[in-house]
């Protein structure tokens, strides 16, 4: 069964505090891990898709990496407008492209 | 390029009752996925459905269902609500094809249920 863990569950930033954010993942076979951001009361809105191990992204204040166990959201120099809660999904080989998602950390920046 | 849109965005039920929830998937996708979020919780995999059938399931009993429409809008379909149905229930459009892009989930905002 594929599972993701997410820590830590909650973070709490000064504006301009750089940080990480961890996903470690087990799953059979990986076609892709997947970074969300979800705002309070709305959908989750895609990041970034990371396929290989080694493989990095990045957009804006954020850089994601991958392992063969788990990913890294890195979160350089915040601001208030980053704060929300982040999503990693794994997406198997097999099948149908589903995702199993982790719980998120929720991250607070305060200015 | 319309993005994933749902209806209703509220909507209140009592235990026992029949729901329907609605989605428009993204202009150019052509499979749908349900997911439920309880509160706290990451989304979790109800089904998909490609080319109008249902092309995976996760753990969710029977009296969640569903369709998909030739112009692959979709419905989610609860009957005999439960208290612990609350939550807030996401449609996802992807393009099951190949290209870029191929099998990225575009949400839309969310139906949030509530069972009384």
């Known amino acids: 069964e594929d599972q993701v863990t997410q820590s830590p569950e909650a973070l709490r930033l000064q504006e301009g505090e750089s940080s990480s954010l961890n996903c470690s993942y087990t799953?059979?076979?990986?076609?892709?891990l997947f970074w969300y951001r979800q705002d309070p009361g709305k959908g989750p809105e895609f990041l970034f898709t990371?396929?290989?191990a080694g493989e990095e992204k990045e957009k804006e204040r954020l850089k994601a990496t991958l392992t063969k166990k788990e990913s890294f959201l890195h979160i350089t120099a915040p601001k208030p407008e980053d704060s929300a809660t982040y999503l990693c999904?794994?997406?198997?080989?097999?099948?149908?492209?589903?995702?199993?998602f982790g719980k998120g950390t929720m991250l607070l920046v305060s200015p | 390029e319309t993005g994933v849109t749902q209806s209703p965005t509220h909507l209140i039920k009592t235990r026992g009752q029949q729901v329907t929830l609605r989605c428009s998937s993204q202009?150019?996708?052509?499979?749908v996925s349900w997911y439920q979020q309880a509160l706290g919780q990451g989304p979790q995999f109800i089904f998909q459905?490609?080319?109008?059938?249902?092309?995976g399931r996760g753990n969710f009993p029977p009296r969640f269902s569903g369709l998909q429409f030739p112009n692959y809008s979709s419905e989610l379909n609860v009957n005999a609500l439960e208290l612990d149905d609350s939550a807030l229930y996401l449609c996802?459009?992807?393009?099951?094809?190949?290209?870029?892009?191929?099998?990225?989930?575009?949400f839309g905002a969310g139906s949030r249920l509530t069972v009384l």
């Open positions: 996802a459009s992807s393009q099951k094809t190949g290209g870029p892009g191929a099998n990225v989930l575009t």
């Open positions: 990371l396929y290989s």
């Open positions: 999904a794994v997406q198997p080989n097999s099948g149908y492209s589903t995702l199993t």
């Open positions: 459905y490609y080319r109008e059938e249902e092309n």
């Open positions: 799953v059979s076979g990986l076609r892709g």
């Open positions: 202009s150019g996708h052509n499979t």
